[in-house]
């Protein structure tokens, strides 16, 4: 299956509205109540989250109308959902606002991610900024592309390859035990600078256009990753879960190493021997 341009305009625009009606209005601007938990006390969702995605489904349920559709929040709700991604032909991924946590305390370090997945395989990733209404996006073998409203898309790409000393990346230590957290900056030590800024949207939109060199995420949920794999691959970058396996959407279980060239991630695997 090949998106005509239609229809991944469509999308783009689709996400680009909903970030205008149903998220902006409530960022920095939450009511107490509208704010919940789902796994556990920092697992957070928000009124914003169902709206957004009910309103990107509907706009998907029209654009592609034969696709099954998985977001983040349904999926909450309901797992079984999840299966849709290996047992439908075509499946649009969502993740309404990835980055919840900031967004409940008003940092401007969250996204949009959308990723279609066709019989199992991500065709399509986009990886969009409410804030500042830019995005990057790829179409399978066609290259990654940065744009926003006011100019042409440009190609973007990771930069080359560095000694892991001037290297920047990102841990997902969030998803630690606190009292692991420690142990695991220290296995990190020889790495210029390690972050956590609990958003994959960024994470991803980062390395894929040269301001950072690497990710490492200990877990594999979909709507973070299944986009950002894609639009990473088709600027030019390397990734694997576990060490040696080629990313798709329908795995569940590993960790992911992401960076800008197979040289940084053998750095990075070499410094997580013993990590989960």
């Known amino acids: 299956m090949t998106l005509t341009t239609r229809q991944t305009d469509d999308l783009i625009e689709a996400v680009r509205d909903t970030g205008r009606k149903e998220i902006m209005p409530h960022f920095r601007n939450l009511a107490p109540l509208s704010v919940g938990t789902k796994a556990d006390a920092k697992d957070l969702v928000t009124e914003a989250d169902r709206a957004a995605e009910i309103a990107i489904a509907t706009a998907v349920a029209n654009i592609l109308p034969q696709a099954s559709i998985v977001g983040e929040e349904a999926v909450a709700e309901h797992p079984a959902t999840l299966d849709a991604i290996g047992t439908s032909g075509t499946c649009v991924v969502i993740d309404p606002i ?3 946590g900031n967004f409940v305390e008003g940092l401007a370090v969250f996204g949009t991610i959308l990723a279609v997945v066709h019989n199992g395989e991500t065709i399509f990733g986009l990886l969009y900024d409410p804030v500042l209404d830019d995005w990057i996006c ?3 073998g066609e ?3 940065y744009a926003n409203d006011t100019k042409a898309p440009t190609s973007v790409a990771p930069r080359p390859a560095r000694p892991l000393g001037t290297a920047k990346g990102f841990l997902s230590l969030d998803n630690y035990p606190a009292t692991d957290r420690a142990d ?3 296995k990190f030590d020889p790495v210029y600078q390690i972050r956590d800024i609990r958003c994959s949207c ?4 980062l390395v894929a256009s040269g301001q950072a060199d690497f ?3 200990c877990s594999l949920n979909p709507w973070d990753h299944a986009a950002g794999l894609l639009i990473l691959q088709e600027a030019g970058g390397w990734a694997r879960v576990g060490g040696d396996r080629r990313y798709v ?3 569940r279980e590993g960790h992911v190493i992401a960076a800008s060239c197979e040289q940084v991630a053998n750095g990075v695997r070499e410094l997580s021997v013993g990590l989960p």
């Open 184 to 186: 695991i900056l220290r």
């Open 143 to 145: 290259g990654a592309f």
């Open 202 to 205: 960024h994470e991803y939109r």
């Open 138 to 140: 790829a179409t399978r």
């Open 215 to 217: 990710l490492r995420s």
């Open 249 to 251: 959407p329908t795995l």
């Open 98 to 100: 990835d980055g919840t």
